[in-house]
Structure formats: C-alpha cells, structure tokens
C-alpha cells in the first residue's frame, strides 16, 4: 500500500523553538506539498516542490521554510515558531502532472497536529 | 481570482436521509474537479473526480456529483447516509495544464442515528 507518511501525529513545541516536520512518500512522486489546515479557513498551501532541491512558495509561505534534499523527503521548518503556527499539517505527494496527476489526485499524509505553548 | 466556495460548513441529517454538500467554483479556464473526504484523525481521500465526458460521476460508496459547467457548480449528494459517512468533505480543483490543488472551506457532515 502505498503511502505519504508524517513522522509525528502530535507535537508540542515552545513559542521560539526550530520546528521540523518530516514527510516522506514511497510511491517515487516529483511533487510534494505542505499545507496547513485550521477549522473554517480549509487547505491552505504553504510551499510545494515539483523535483529536488526544487522549492515554490505557496500561499502562505510567511514564517516557514522547506527543505528537499532527497526525493522521497520533504521538510517542513518552522524557523522560529509561534503560537499563530499552532494548527494540522498535512503534507500531500503527486505524480508530475499528465493523465496520472489528474486520475490519481494527490495523497495525503496522516498529518501531525503542532501545538505551539 | 481562482476559488472554491463551499456554502455551508457544517450539514446536520439523520441516518438514511439525503443529503447535499454545495460547491461551487471560480476559474476563466477549464478544470478538473474533485471531492476529498477527511476521516476523523485522517489525512484527505479522493472520494471521486470530474475530469471530462459525462457530468455526473459517482463513488464506490454511494456518493454522486454533478458538473454544472453553467452554473460552476459540483454538488455532492447521497440519497441514504450512514452513520459511516461523518466526515468533512473537501471540495477542490485544478486548472487543465496546472499542478495546484485550490480546495474549498470543508463541509462537516455530522449523521445521527
């Protein structure tokens, strides 16, 4: 089966930390995505990356970075995190567009609640 | 601007009745469009899709959607809900020749007994 999985389902970190949130597709996907999900707001796009090394800002960039070093792994940072950060982040893989993107979608990760104290 | 506005965010109904989650679209080019459910604690599903060719496709679960390419809608309906089908359902659409999803607000579906 295959998958898109977040190494943590929940995490808590301190106002100011260095915050990384892992994801790691198995499926051999080029696009990778990070969104944000906060309740009567939706999907929100943060960054995606369509190749390695590969980065584009999505809608709400402000306040993260991304890292993709490998093509299986797509990093989500949060340089200095605040409590405004605290939200669900899902992060989504696909294959690089033509009749496999439009059939298959994206899938999704499990996500990884961030609580920021 | 490009969008998706989903009219209701919450739809209370009771078991074995109809429902109908509204979505509604805006784009000048065409483009596919998709409904994702959201599972209590679980990441997004594609629960089915409109790509081209007839207007009304439905899910291996009992749910239907309609392209109304006048009206830029893709309402998704079920004639008899269970209990099963609580979720939040996202709609979603991609322009032909794009990458991006753009997803809607979510609609909760909450079925009692």
């Known amino acids: 089966d295959v998958k898109v999985t977040q190494s943590s389902r929940y995490l808590v970190k301190r106002t100011g930390e260095k915050v990384f949130l892992e994801c790691v597709q198995d499926?051999?996907?080029?696009?990778m995505f990070w969104y944000r999900q906060d309740p009567g707001l939706g999907l929100r796009l943060i960054y995606f990356?369509?190749?390695?090394?590969?980065?584009e800002k999505g809608d709400i960039p402000e306040g993260y970075s991304v890292s993709r070093e490998k093509k299986e792994r797509f990093s989500l940072i949060l340089e200095s995190a605040s409590t405004n950060q605290t939200s669900m982040y899902l992060c989504?893989?696909?294959?690089?567009?033509?009749?496999?993107?439009?059939?298959?979608?994206?899938?999704f990760g499990s996500g990884t609640r961030l609580t920021v104290v | 601007a490009q969008s998706v506005t989903q009219l209701d965010s919450q739809v209370p109904v009771f078991e074995e009745a109809p429902v109908e989650l509204r979505c509604n679209y805006s784009?000048?080019?065409?483009?596919?469009l998709f409904w994702y459910v959201q599972y209590p604690n679980q990441g997004l599903q594609l629960l089915l899709k409109?790509?081209?060719?007839?207007?009304l496709v439905e899910s291996i679960n009992g749910f239907e959607a309609e392209f109304n390419k006048s009206q830029t809608s893709f309402h998704l309906r079920k004639p008899s809900v269970h209990i099963s089908d609580t979720a939040e359902y996202f709609c979603?659409?991609?322009?032909?020749?794009?990458?991006?999803?753009?997803f809607g607000t979510g609609t909760r579906l909450l079925v009692s007994p």
């Open positions: 499926m051999d996907h080029e696009n």
């Open positions: 979603a659409f991609m322009n032909t020749g794009f990458q991006k999803l753009v």
């Open positions: 784009s000048s080019v065409s483009v596919y």
């Open positions: 409109y790509l081209s060719g007839s207007t």
């Open positions: 989504a893989s696909s294959i690089a567009g033509g009749t496999g993107l439009i059939n298959y979608g994206y899938t």
């Open positions: 990356s369509y190749d390695v090394k590969m980065k």
